[in-house]
């Protein structure tokens, strides 16, 4: 009976890292904190072959919430997304961090001073 609670508690464990693993499909592709003409920007990028929800996503970077998904925001099969943000990149350097709906850590970016 304990062998066999001990397999299916191993059955579950491999089974929440492979759902964990195939949700780690958005990425965070390219910052430009100071562009030459309008917002500061994110580009996300989906490595899937399925259109992706970022409804209860966010963006934080070391101080805040800096973007927050609602639905509607979907990321292509295979595309990128640019996310305007205002000019909330700060331009010493930074680290950015992408969560899911359920605040698992998806990407993090850190860049250096521009």
Not at 71 to 90: K, T
Request: glycine share 8%.
């Amino acid at each position: 009976m304990a062998r066999r609670l001990i397999m299916m508690l191993v059955l579950i464990l491999n089974m929440l890292i492979l759902t964990t693993a195939a949700q780690a499909v958005v990425v965070i592709n390219e910052v430009m904190p100071t562009p030459s003409a309008g917002d500061d920007w994110i580009e996300l990028y989906n490595d899937d072959m399925v259109d992706l929800s970022l409804d209860g996503w966010r963006i934080d970077d070391s101080s805040s919430t800096i973007r927050s998904f609602v639905a509607g925001d979907v990321v292509a099969a295979g595309g990128y997304m640019i996310v305007e943000v205002g000019s909330r990149l700060n331009r010493d350097g930074d680290s950015l961090h992408l969560w899911d709906a359920d605040d698992w850590g998806v990407d993090k970016l850190s860049y250096g001073d521009v």
